[in-house]
């Protein structure tokens, strides 16, 4: 099993361009996740689902779009980038409905806003 | 107050020394605990859930104190290998329920030297 794929590993933008992060998983996992990383900050939740066709805000979900069309899939969208979205971008996955899971992250996806 | 509070660190440590890290959360009604491991530039992994009973595997501690809101991880005989960022992590609750996002600590670096 891959678990969970992220694209691309690297990303250098210009303010007010937008980009979509790819993440997928291939573990029929129903609770998908985007979280930024940021020094001193610690991960910090964007957007969250729960299933296909629900989505919903995290801590920090401003600048930033989602969506969940299939079960694999939670791409994130980035409107209009700013130096402020200059971050580690990590995608995770895990069951939903239990108490103890464990939460499966992606790579991450280093994104730089000039 | 945050929700999920850890040691900030660094703790640099010899091989074979004991260490231990203190986390504490303020929502009294969070119901699973987890202790996450980060190595530098990597996605971060599970380590080991923990249990109100507490609960070991090999060198690795956890302890649980529900009345005072606090998480323990003990890691005896330390390796180089365990030089990594240790992230405590509390399942959020909602609407009463069992269910919720994970909400995780700023982390504590550790670094074991020979």
Not at chain 1, 17 to 23: E, G, K, W
Not at chain 1, 64 to 79: A, G, I, K
Not at chain 2, 59 to 64: E, G, I, K, S, V
Not at chain 2, 65 to 93: F, G
Request: aromatic share 12%.
């Amino acid at each position: 099993n891959a678990g969970v794929t992220q694209t691309p590993k690297f990303q250098v933008l210009k303010t007010g361009q937008s980009m979509t992060l790819q993440c997928a998983q291939d573990m029929n996992h129903e609770y998908m996740s985007w979280y930024r990383q940021d020094p001193g900050m610690g991960l910090r939740l964007i957007h969250y689902s729960v299933g296909a066709g629900i989505t919903d805000q995290g801590e920090v979900p401003n600048g930033y779009n989602v969506s969940r069309s299939t079960t694999e899939d939670f791409p994130l969208r980035l409107l209009s980038a700013a130096p402020s979205q200059t971050s580690v971008y990590f995608c995770a996955s895990s069951p939903w409905g239990v108490s103890y899971y464990e939460q499966y992250f992606g790579p991450g996806t280093r994104l730089t806003v000039t | 107050r945050k929700e999920v509070e850890q040691d900030p660190g660094p703790f640099n440590v010899p091989e074979g020394a004991t260490v231990a890290f203190n986390c504490t959360y303020s929502n009294s009604a969070s119901q699973s605990f987890f202790w996450y491991r980060q190595d530098c530039r990597k996605e971060p992994k599970l380590l080991m859930s923990v249990y109100s009973s507490g609960n070991e595997d090999g060198r690795f501690t956890a302890q649980l104190n529900r009345a005072s809101q606090y998480i323990s991880l003990l890691i005896r005989d330390s390796k180089l290998s365990d030089s990594a960022t240790y992230l405590c992590v509390v399942k959020a609750v909602r609407d009463g329920g069992s269910q919720g996002n994970l909400i995780f600590g700023k982390g504590t670096k550790l670094s074991v030297k020979p």
